[in-house]
């Protein structure tokens, strides 16, 4: 399954609004309902972060300016408002099919 | 405090073998599946392999099949990754992960790098 991202770049104003595409050559939706998409955060230097899981739900101690969307095979992950600290690498990955596989990766960085 | 912490990666030479390791604490161990993503440097994620929580059920990437072990000892709290024939497309930061269920992971390690190069 491979996982492709958009922009693989997006320089960003401090204050506004990001986002970043994922979109997956197979369906994620399993047989239980649920479908198995997730979003991490790797800030420069530092292990990967998990921000989303199961396509819109965030993680304990992540800001509620991130937020995922989509179904099937597109998704999204938007910040609200982008902060300093949100320079980085943003990885959407597949749970669904093995192996599990990641997107390219966006930079997002602070025009 | 809930973590994973990786060891064992250095120097080896091509066709080489290289175990590393991975000391959880904080969080019961045995009960959860735990995988091995690595990162060429500079470069994006690849998973490596999944482990359920028993170490009977083993899932391998194609391009390490054959080659990568990965088991687990849950008296010990450790993860390991026996890796053979080691080629310079090896060479990688591996880090483990614990996943909570089924398609995802929610913790990570700081990662420990292989290099492999005469």
């Known amino acids: 399954v491979v996982m492709t991202q958009s922009p693989l770049s997006l320089p960003v104003t401090l204050g506004q609004p990001a986002s970043i595409s994922c979109r997956s050559t197979?369906?994620?939706?399993?047989?239980?309902?649920?479908?198995?998409l997730n979003w991490f955060q790797q800030r420069p230097g530092q292990s990967p972060r998990r921000l989303i899981y199961?396509?819109?739900n965030r993680d304990s101690g992540v800001p509620d300016r991130f937020s995922g969307s989509g179904s099937g095979t597109d998704f999204t992950l938007t910040i609200s408002r982008v902060e300093a600290e949100d320079v980085g690498l943003y990885y959407c990955?597949?749970?669904?099919?093995?192996?599990?596989?990641f997107g390219q990766g966006t930079k997002v960085e602070i025009k | 405090e809930v973590q994973l912490v990786e060891s064992g990666g250095r120097l080896v030479q091509p066709g080489g073998p290289l175990r590393v390791s991975c000391a959880a604490s904080?969080?019961?161990?045995?009960?959860?599946?735990m995988s091995w993503v690595r990162q060429v440097p500079g470069k994006g994620l690849e998973w490596v392999a999944n482990?359920?929580?028993?170490?009977?059920?083993?899932f391998y990437v194609d391009s390490v099949a054959g080659r990568f072990s990965v088991s687990r000892d849950n008296a010990q709290n450790a993860l390991y990754l026996q890796m053979n024939s080691l080629t310079a497309e090896d060479t990688a930061v591996y880090f483990c992960?614990?996943?909570?269920?089924?398609?995802?992971?929610?913790?990570w390690g700081q990662g420990t790098l292989v290099i492999v190069s005469s």
């Open positions: 992960a614990r996943s909570p269920e089924k398609g995802t992971v929610d913790l």
């Open positions: 904080g969080f019961n161990f045995n009960g959860y599946w």
């Open positions: 482990i359920d929580a028993d170490g009977r059920e083993k």
């Open positions: 197979h369906s994620l939706i399993h047989t239980d309902g649920h479908t198995y």
């Open positions: 199961k396509v819109s």
């Open positions: 990955m597949q749970g669904l099919h093995w192996p599990w596989t």
